[in-house]
């Protein structure tokens, strides 16, 4: 089945050393316009951008509790991943993009989940594994839009439980104590979260009209917005991870605080310490 692509995208692009491309999905950066062995060059680079939110949150989290030891590994090989995937447009690049970002919004769920509902036992973490078993089984043997349908549709419904998760436990959390540093952090990754998904369905969906290139193109020059996308959108996930890992330490009364490390990154310090125990470097 032939692979989604941004409308006018291909008329422009260039062979590669990768080249042909076999992802399901082709974004509105011309292939090989910058470097014959990478085939998105912007698309590309932009993912440093959110492996280095990946590395800073994990070296400023308060503790070794292994669920978010998880969430850091999955959301740093989504960054990886994707890196390999616009750098090659290969299927299998694809997957190492993709998948993780599931399994990344997998574990949100199950914290989240277990923030309201309190510990659930071996069967959902059980439950949640088969699941994700079965999902990568699926994406990892179907293409083109199907494949690309069914991953969008999928992660959009794990945003969206997210969304819910955190807006009851916010609620839950208001109801006890005022708290203006959460208003921000909401907001924040409200507002880059939904910057990040207007810019992506553009890149997508418009692309002829902004690729700087074709007669329709309103624009003299293509704004990469997929590379922005890569930057919003890990702007807007380390503030929801944020929000996430506090709402579970409040849940147990470990007193979560948002602090500004080196006045500029929001993170997060407990005033009190039980079974997790402080983070050791």
């Known amino acids: ?39 998105e060059f912007w698309n590309t680079i932009s993912n440093f951008a ?27 090989i989504v960054s990886i991943g994707s890196t390999l995937f616009h750098g090659t447009l290969r299927h299998k690049m694809q997957l190492l993009d993709e998948l993780p970002m599931l399994y990344s919004a997998t574990t949100i769920l199950y914290i989240l989940v277990e923030a309201k509902h309190g510990r659930q036992g071996t069967w959902f973490p059980v439950f949640l594994t088969i699941w994700l078993c079965l999902t990568t089984i699926i994406f990892s043997t179907t293409g083109g839009k199907v494949q690309f349908l069914a991953f969008q549709s999928t992660y959009t419904i794990l945003q969206f439980c997210m969304i819910f998760y955190l807006r009851i436990l916010h609620v839950q959390q208001r109801s006890k104590r005022s708290n203006p540093a959460l208003t921000v952090l909401i907001r924040r990754a409200l507002g880059f979260g939904a910057l990040a998904v207007s810019i992506w369905l553009v890149d997508l969906r418009l692309c002829e009209f902004v690729n700087g290139k074709g007669p329709k193109s309103v624009l003299r020059w293509n704004p990469q917005l997929h590379a922005w996308w890569h930057v919003f959108s890990g702007i807007a996930i380390y503030h929801a991870a944020l929000l996430v890992s506090y709402y579970h330490y409040d849940v147990l009364d470990q007193r979560p605080v948002v602090y500004y490390w080196k006045g500029l990154v929001p993170a997060l310090k407990l005033d009190v310490y039980s079974e997790y125990g402080r983070k050791t470097s």
């Not at 260039?14 to 085939?39: H, K, L, M, R």
């Not at 070296?59 to 959301?75: A, E, I, Q, S, V």
């Open 1 to 39: 089945m032939a692979p989604v692509t941004a409308a006018s995208s291909s008329a422009y692009d260039q062979v590669g050393y990768w080249s042909p491309n076999t992802a399901s999905v082709d974004w509105c950066e011309s292939n090989y316009e910058v470097s014959f062995y990478i085939a």
């Open 50 to 76: 959110s492996l280095l939110l990946v590395i800073l949150g994990r070296y400023l989290f308060p503790t070794n509790d292994g669920r978010f030891k998880m969430l850091f590994w999955t959301c740093g």
